[in-house]
């Protein structure tokens, strides 16, 4: 099963960026899985919001929790380094995978439902409370339980493939292993504090060194930012915190970790 869901992710990707017209170009996706009875889910009424559901409220007889993220080629996140506004090519990436991601979801639900299991989906953005900003089903936390990555002093997910890209996921009644989480770090602020270039990139100090989040100062640049690219329908993304980092492309704690200790 793990391995016919992980070819329809690739699968959809590539048919994707054969599309005439797109834009937008990706690395190899990840994929990942968590039981639906995990003991994480219902901490996130405490973590997120008292509303945000367990995949047994959005599906009853939830067995599984399948978690993908689609990681941009580099140049995608290059072009966003200059400037306070989004790139182009950003705003253009940002649209173009959450509709990718909501291709992922129907093939995969659709499939599964051929396959005799039922699938609940919910939409890679626009699915929050726009006076909280706050959503009942957070991709990036329900992300993290299913082992796809750590979260990063940008209160971003960094996963083995960096966190420059977007978040899918999908609830099921079919029974799949879950991924094992790493207790590991992946930020290097998180593991010893010689980072805090995402805090000093925001162009509107949304981040703090001390963990706080002006979740409302950053929405307000990514509406400035979708006004500055209207051919784009809903680029409501900013991404100055993901684009210009260490952990862009790759889990920098990881590959910090891995590299031989100096010669002495």
Same mark, same amino acid.
């Given at each position: 099963?793990?391995?016919?869901?992980?070819?329809?992710?690739?699968?959809?990707?590539?048919?994707?960026?054969?599309?005439?017209?797109?834009?937008?170009?990706?690395?190899?996706?990840?994929?990942?899985?968590?039981?639906?009875?995990?003991?994480?889910?219902?901490?996130?009424?405490?973590?997120?919001?008292?509303?945000?559901?367990?995949?047994?409220?959005?599906?009853?007889?939830?067995?599984?929790?399948?978690?993908?993220?689609?990681?941009?080629?580099?140049?995608?996140?290059?072009?966003?380094?200059?400037? !306070?506004?989004?790139? &182009?090519?950003?705003?253009?990436?940002? $649209?173009?995978?959450?509709? %990718?991601? *909501?291709?992922?979801? =129907?093939?995969?639900?659709?499939?599964?439902?051929?396959?005799?299991?039922?699938?609940?989906?919910?939409?890679?953005?626009?699915?929050?409370?726009?006076?909280?900003?706050?959503?009942?089903?957070?991709?990036?936390?329900?992300?993290?339980?299913?082992?796809?990555?750590?979260?990063?002093?940008?209160?971003?997910?960094?996963?083995?493939?960096?966190?420059?890209?977007?978040?899918?996921?999908?609830?099921?009644?079919?029974?799949?292993?879950?991924?094992?989480?790493?207790?590991?770090?992946?930020?290097?602020?998180?593991?010893? !504090?010689?980072?805090? &270039?995402?805090?000093?990139?925001?162009? $509107?100090?949304?981040?703090? %060194?001390? *963990?706080?989040?002006? =979740?409302?100062?950053?929405?307000?640049?990514?509406?400035?930012?979708?006004?500055?690219?209207?051919?784009?329908?809903?680029?409501?993304?900013?991404?100055?915190?993901?684009?210009?980092?260490?952990?862009?492309?790759?889990?920098?704690?990881?590959?910090?970790?891995?590299?031989?200790?100096?010669?002495?």
């Amino acid at each position: 099963m793990k391995t016919w869901i992980e070819q329809e992710i690739a699968a959809a990707v590539a048919e994707a960026q054969a599309r005439e017209g797109a834009i937008t170009r990706w690395r190899a996706p990840l994929v990942a899985y968590a039981s639906a009875d995990d003991p994480l889910f219902p901490q996130l009424k405490q973590i997120v919001r008292a509303t945000h559901l367990t995949p047994e409220e959005l599906l009853p007889g939830a067995r599984s929790v399948i978690a993908w993220f689609l990681p941009f080629e580099r140049d995608v996140p290059r072009s966003n380094r200059p400037h !306070r506004h989004a790139s &182009e090519p950003w705003a253009a990436a940002y $649209v173009e995978t959450n509709a %990718l991601v *909501g291709v992922v979801s =129907r093939r995969l639900a659709d499939g599964l439902r051929a396959r005799g299991f039922d699938a609940a989906v919910q939409p890679a953005t626009a699915n929050f409370d726009k006076e909280m900003l706050m959503s009942d089903w957070s991709h990036k936390h329900v992300a993290y339980i299913a082992g796809l990555g750590q979260f990063g002093l940008h209160q971003m997910l960094i996963t083995a493939a960096g966190s420059a890209g977007r978040l899918g996921t999908l609830v099921t009644t079919a029974p799949l292993d879950a991924t094992p989480r790493s207790a590991q770090p992946a930020c290097l602020y998180t593991l010893d !504090r010689s980072c805090t &270039e995402c805090v000093d990139n925001c162009p $509107v100090a949304a981040l703090t %060194l001390e *963990g706080s989040y002006d =979740r409302h100062a950053c929405y307000a640049l990514c509406l400035e930012n979708a006004a500055v690219h209207p051919q784009h329908d809903l680029a409501e993304v900013c991404g100055k915190c993901v684009s210009v980092v260490p952990c862009t492309y790759i889990d920098p704690v990881a590959r910090k970790l891995a590299r031989p200790a100096p010669r002495v």
